[in-house]
């Protein structure tokens, strides 16, 4: 092949771009470059999976499996199968990210542009003469003078937790040591070597999502989860809230425990970056902010009853030795703003991620979670409007009898062809459960295929076992499974989603509805959290979980609170920003709005499916 021949192949938004011959397919381009498309047929062009589209280039003519497997509308915003394609000239391609394999895709979390590392905390290399009897000034003002000296500021303390470290800390660094200052503050001691790591949480509901940073780089060293340790409380915010109010001693307990299970993560990060807790100068914690007073240890009480005040929804510095974090010993943990009601700094960190403030079109953000935050950005307008939604955790496979989180063997894809039903699992393992995705899609094809009617009871005509005491649709039998239990959903399990999507749905509704915006002058809706950038746009806009508007105005952006707080993390801009953003946004409390028992009744419902076919096929 010479060099004129080859094309060039750019995946977005990975980054990636390679050279290939144009005689091969998009999906081996797409393997030599390192980017595993989903494709359980190997390329046949059998399972309509391996979904690309094509930005700019010229590419070969549909095929018959193309058309067949493509609706028109995904033929019209120029979607391939990857290996029925092949490139005629440089082509530029979008993945979705449902047709990446699942290990590949945090990468989509890419499309958020980190900004340029601007931390608080700073270093300085400082060398101190050792102390004689003819200089016998103490440590603390031995390093003081020194960090006076170096930094130009007369003006240099420290705290009583950073002095009760510093003699046997000085004296192992052997008095030559990098010194972490934050506003003149002097919070901890580095060997030369080392450089200041912070930490970065995203305390969800059900979930902790914890990175660790090199401070001056911005760089992930790591990242780890786990579940929220407070879930043996409650599994969502109300019922953890309504916990505290019987017995005030649980919330003491559950300030522990999730500080513990943060504590572990950090532990577990340094470790597996090489790296020692010390060198841990500064986290960033963001969360609903029920999770924030639970962490806190604040009273709850005024937050559980209308009107669902916060004890303070300002920023906040916190010392780390206070919340029992082992960092530096005169650590911080800043919490940034919360904007109002349960709508806490995760939902300011997903607006600062995806730049939701900075849109120039009318563009909703809506982050799913067991809380789902929907914020509504109008250009021109100074402020943002803001809703929460209680969604509870069903997209996250709770309260579903086969449902799972998203591991290997959970199922995450489901496709009902004229022929057959295809089931995808994650690691392409046997079949265990459903995670989120895999459930909405199952929902959506039960329901495009007849099996549920719009008010989500089964027709029970269609199913296997109309007589069954409890009704249920079998995606696996017990022999076929990896358990060697039947997967399947119940009626109480499309109740469930029922109720999940209808809380969303109609938060969507009643915001834009108080902003006199119809659905079809959104231009552009961002969708986050772990469970919104994987699941199938078509599945939710089947349902009715979010409105028809053509697939391109939508844009997955991964979980954009836990990339926010990182930012926030390592620069002091986007910390002022954030605090800019939670003050321009307005909350609107929903369940105190005439209409909203309603219009949660109707958005139960899913929507008509000549309705849906318009937009869809
Ligand atoms: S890999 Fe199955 S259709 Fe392309």
Redesign the pocket.
């Given at each position: 092949m010479t060099p004129s021949q080859a094309v060039t192949i750019q995946f977005q938004p990975i980054g990636k771009r390679i050279q290939v011959d144009p005689q091969i397919n998009l999906?081996e381009a797409a393997r030599m470059a390192g980017i595993a498309?989903?494709?359980?047929?190997?390329?046949?062009?059998?399972?309509?999976?391996?979904r690309v589209q094509v930005i700019s280039g010229s590419v070969s003519p549909f095929t018959e499996?193309e058309k067949f497997?493509l609706s028109e509308a995904e033929q019209k915003e120029s979607y391939r199968?990857?290996?029925?394609t092949r490139p005629m000239s440089d082509v530029c391609l979008h993945i979705p990210p449902d047709s990446l394999d699942s290990g590949q895709r945090l990468q989509i979390e890419s499309v958020l542009r980190p900004p340029v590392a601007d931390p608080l905390v700073q270093t300085i290399e400082v060398q101190c003469p050792p102390p004689t009897l003819a200089d016998s000034r103490s440590d603390w003002t031995r390093l003081r003078d020194e960090v006076a000296r170096r930094s130009g500021s007369a003006d240099i303390f420290a705290s009583s937790a950073f002095i009760q470290a510093l003699p046997p800390t000085i004296r192992q660094l052997n008095w030559r040591v990098q010194v972490l200052l934050r506003k003149g503050e002097v919070i901890g001691l580095l060997p030369l070597s080392s450089k200041p790591l912070g930490l970065a949480v995203d305390l969800g509901t059900t979930k902790i999502a914890a990175a660790l940073l090199e401070l001056e780089s911005g760089r992930v060293l790591a990242t780890s989860g786990a579940p929220n340790p407070q879930i043996s409380y409650g599994e969502d915010v109300v019922s953890r809230l309504v916990t505290i109010q019987r017995n005030p001693a649980g919330g003491q307990k559950m300030a522990e425990l999730v500080r513990q299970g943060i504590n572990e993560l950090l532990l577990d990060l340094v470790k597996r970056a090489a790296a020692v807790p010390e060198q841990v100068a500064e986290a960033c914690i963001v969360g609903n902010t029920a999770m924030i007073h639970l962490l806190l240890g604040w009273p709850v009480r005024q937050l559980a009853l209308a009107p669902y005040v916060a004890a303070s929804s300002e920023p906040l510095e916190v010392f780390a030795a206070a919340l029992d974090f082992r960092l530096a010993p005169g650590g911080r943990v800043y919490i940034p703003p919360a904007i109002g009601g349960y709508v806490g700094s995760d939902h300011v960190a997903m607006i600062l991620a995806s730049e939701l403030d900075q849109s120039e079109r009318i563009t909703l953000g809506i982050d799913i979670g067991t809380n789902t935050e929907i914020s509504l950005r109008i250009p021109g307008k100074e402020t943002l409007m803001a809703v929460s939604c209680a969604s509870g955790p069903a997209f996250e496979g709770a309260h579903i009898r086969d449902g799972m989180r998203a591991a290997s063997g959970a199922i995450e894809k489901v496709r009902f062809t004229a022929q057959e039903m295809q089931i995808t699992t994650i690691d392409n393992e046997p079949p265990i459960g459903f995670c989120g995705s895999g459930i909405l899609d199952a929902v959506a094809e039960l329901y495009r295929n007849g099996y549920l009617l719009p008010n989500g009871r089964f027709d029970r005509h269609k199913l296997a076992q109309p007589e069954a005491a409890e009704p249920r649709f079998v995606f696996v039998p017990a022999e076929q499974s990896g358990n060697a239990r039947e997967i399947a959903l119940t009626q109480k399990d499309i109740n469930e989603i029922q109720l999940a999507k209808g809380a969303i749905q109609a938060g969507i509704k009643i915001l834009l509805e108080v902003n006199q915006i119809a659905p079809e002058q959104v231009e552009e809706v961002i969708v986050a959290g772990a469970f919104g950038s994987y699941l199938h746009l078509p599945s939710a806009i089947q349902i009715g979980l979010f409105p028809p508007l053509p697939r391109a105005r939508y844009r997955q952006v991964g979980n954009a609170a836990a990339v926010g707080a990182q930012w926030m993390l390592i620069s002091k801009q986007a910390r002022k920003r954030a605090e800019e953003i939670a003050r321009r946004t307005r909350y609107l409390e929903l369940t105190t709005l005439p209409g909203f028992n309603r219009q949660f009744a109707v958005a139960m419902h899913f929507p008509p499916l000549e309705e849906k076919n318009e937009t869809l096929e």
């Open positions: 999906l498309l989903t494709s359980t047929c190997g390329g046949e062009g059998n399972c309509g999976q391996c499996a497997l199968l990857a290996c029925c």
